[in-house]
């Protein structure tokens, strides 16, 4: 079965720090990965959507940058976070299933407050 | 306009009864809808995904779908305490853009 997995599950950062938060997948290969924020009390927001290694789709402009170095790995970075940067970070993979179509399911997620 | 709309809530039921959940997309081209279950300090579970009009049900739980109102709901029969979470609605259209709302909050009291 796959299982999704996040790291640091929790994070301070001071305004300014650089960020690198990781997501790896396992027990599937070639997985459409993305990256969401969701800030307190609101909806998910895409950040980065992933189709393969190298490719990368952002959806909103910002100052984090996404990378894919390996087929089952999904990195968030910042070289200089912000205050606006906090929030619960969360990774996704998707399947196709038959007859919904790609289905996502979610990792546990990175909780980063920003001071 | 949001693109998909879920009252915040929270919407307090008694334990036992039946929790109705409303989401509403303004898409047309959405094609496949799902709920998902997130509860406090944790990431979305996925409890349910409908594609065609009508009832699905699994379980306590049952999605609906009218495409023509453009109108999903989660019912969720006998609810219980544990079933206490804050509610995701999301769309996904035909090129797989998937569209969260902002989730609606349900309190089930003992």
């Known amino acids: 079965s796959q299982t999704i997995h996040q790291w640091p599950a929790t994070l301070v950062q001071p305004v300014g720090s650089p960020l690198s938060l990781e997501c790896t997948v396992e027990g599937t290969s070639n997985p459409n990965l993305y990256w969401y924020r969701q800030a307190a009390g609101r909806g998910l927001q895409l950040l980065f959507y992933s189709v393969g290694i190298g490719q990368i789709s952002s959806e909103v402009p910002q100052n984090l940058s996404a990378s894919r170095p390996q087929d089952r790995q999904f990195i968030l970075s910042s070289k200089k976070l912000l205050l606006s940067d906090s929030g619960f970070y969360l990774c996704a993979w998707s399947v196709v299933k038959a007859p919904v179509g790609e289905t996502q399911y979610f990792g546990p997620g990175t909780r980063l407050l920003v001071l | 306009q949001k693109e998909v709309e879920q009252n915040s809530g929270p919407l307090s039921v008694p334990e036992g009864a039946i929790a109705s959940l409303n989401c509403t997309y303004s898409?047309?081209?959405?094609?496949?809808f799902f709920w998902y279950r997130q509860y406090s300090g944790k990431s979305p579970e996925l409890i349910m995904s409908i594609y065609s009009n009508g009832d699905k049900e699994d379980g306590r739980f049952t999605a609906q779908l009218n495409k023509a109102s453009q109108y999903v709901s989660l019912l969720i029969r006998d609810s219980q305490p544990s079933d206490s979470a804050t509610y995701l609605c999301?769309?996904?259209?035909?090129?797989?853009?998937?569209?969260f709302g902002a989730g609606t909050r349900l309190t089930v009291k003992p």
């Open positions: 999301a769309a996904r259209a035909w090129n797989n853009d998937m569209r």
């Open positions: 898409d047309r081209v959405s094609q496949s």
